[in-house]
């Protein structure tokens, strides 16, 4: 009985380990890294060209208007 | 001997055709036409910055000027181009300006701001003012409005930031991703996630910062003067009626009616200045010279393709008096550009980072794996 619960504790320790491995793999991969760079540029250049967020549209509405592909309103 | 002559003359032949295809013969115009002139030449007109003089001069079939002409104008946008938006994107594929006016001399002039770059239709409907003196006619003209050129050189900076950024990233996500004891990641590439959030960060707190200075100012310039839209002297009364409040992509329809103050009766014939000023700027966006009709009217149809607030002034100089000016402000209602105008354009400058980035990995780990061959 005592056996078999030790057998048990260690398997959930030893899983547990092997997710947190897994996950510290995942967390920052290589496709990771690459999705997290492009998203935060995507946010940086949505924010400054794209956002109709009325005050942000006015900060830059020169810019937007003085940049090919950008609708400004 | 006779196969060589016709060998000649089929030779002859193609020579003429070839000469007419790139020289064709002047055909003489078989019906009235109107002929169109713009100042600045269309080459040189830059969209959304001046007003751009269009004449119209109605002629017979010779060449000749026709006399007592009435103009039925439709000022057409170019058409709609989600792959590449322009900045006014709602303003794409609609009417700019509707003209029905008189001209005696056969010539009709106005002012516009050209909104957007690419092809407009100017739609002209010429009648007689005088029944049978020539068969009404219809025409429609391109107008070719080309890009501002700045819109090009800030988006080519744009995308060279993107390249560059994209590339050193990718350069450095590319090394050495062996990750040591108690690291979620290696050094150099925490050290680029950190610095990239920390420029998104002060991006937002920059936009922020300047967002609230500018509307500040904002506040202090849309303190306008209201005048009245009736004006009167002794001989004359203006009156200026239409929409107050318009839409971007929608015309908005403005009148002007000149009444004889002493007996009531519409005046006829008379010279109106009309324009339009977009106040933001105090920039001229619209205006025209017209005269009166049987009604004593003058009515135009403009589109306020800006959508900030406009003052629609009309003024007339009487023979023998003071000159008279009425006007009104118009509220005009901007739309915000589609969404999926919006997400075409992100992913153009989004997919010019992701793939410079890209470049930068492959370009690391080619360059570690022939120096490794070298080493060898």
Not at chain 2, 325 to 330: I, K, P
Not at chain 2, 335 to 342: M, N, S, T, V
Request: charged share 15%; aromatic share 8%.
């Amino acid at each position: 009985m005592i056996g078999s619960s030790f057998h048990c504790e260690v398997q959930i320790m030893i899983s547990s380990t092997s997710v947190w491995q897994r996950t510290k793999q995942v967390t920052l991969s290589l496709p990771v890294q690459v999705a997290l760079l492009t998203s935060l540029c995507a946010l940086i250049i949505w924010t400054l060209y794209f956002s109709t967020y009325p005050p942000v549209h006015d900060a830059l509405h020169t810019t937007r208007h003085g940049t090919a592909a950008v609708a400004c309103h | 001997m006779r196969n060589l002559k016709y060998v000649g003359l089929a030779l002859a032949a193609s020579l003429v055709s070839v000469f007419l295809w790139f020289n064709p013969l002047p055909s003489p115009a078989s019906q009235p036409t109107v002929q169109v002139q713009t100042e600045p030449a269309l080459s040189q007109v830059i969209p959304d910055e001046a007003s751009v003089r269009v004449a119209l001069q109605a002629v017979d079939p010779m060449g000749q000027p026709l006399s007592d002409v009435r103009f039925q104008l439709q000022l057409l946008t170019p058409a709609k181009t989600p792959w590449f938006t322009s900045d006014f994107p709602i303003v794409e594929g609609t009417k700019l300006l509707e003209l029905n006016a008189k001209a005696p001399s056969g010539k009709l002039e106005f002012e516009q701001v050209m909104p957007i770059r690419g092809n407009y239709m100017l739609k002209a409907q010429v009648t007689p003012l005088v029944a049978g003196a020539f068969e009404p006619f219809e025409q429609s003209l391109k107008l070719s409005v080309p890009e501002r050129f700045v819109k090009y050189r800030n988006a080519a900076i744009l995308i060279g930031i993107l390249i560059l950024v994209g590339g050193v990233s990718g350069w450095i996500i590319g090394g050495d991703q062996t990750v040591q004891d108690g690291e979620i990641a290696p050094q150099p590439i925490r050290l680029l996630l950190s610095a990239v959030t920390v420029l998104a960060i002060a991006v937002l707190l920059f936009v922020n910062i300047s967002a609230e200075l500018a509307s500040a100012h904002a506040r202090e310039e849309t303190q306008t003067t209201t005048t009245l839209s009736v004006q009167r002297s002794q001989d004359l009364e203006i009156r200026l009626s239409g929409d107050q409040r318009a839409t971007v992509g929608r015309l908005a329809s403005q009148t002007i009616q000149i009444f004889n103050a002493k007996t009531g009766n519409p005046e006829v014939n008379v010279i109106v200045n009309a324009k339009s000023i977009a106040l933001e700027d105090n920039k001229q966006m619209f205006a025209y010279q017209g005269s009166t009709d049987d009604q004593g009217k003058l009515t135009w149809n403009e589109q306020f393709f800006d959508g900030a607030p406009h003052q629609v002034i009309a003024e007339v100089t009487p023979p023998n008096g003071v000159a008279l000016q009425v006007s009104h402000e118009v509220e005009v209602e901007r739309i915000e550009p589609p969404l999926y105008i919006r997400f075409i354009s992100l992913s153009y400058y989004t997919g010019i980072f992701a793939l410079s980035l890209l470049a930068g990995i492959w370009f690391h780990r080619r360059s570690s794996r022939s120096s490794i061959l070298f080493s060898r």
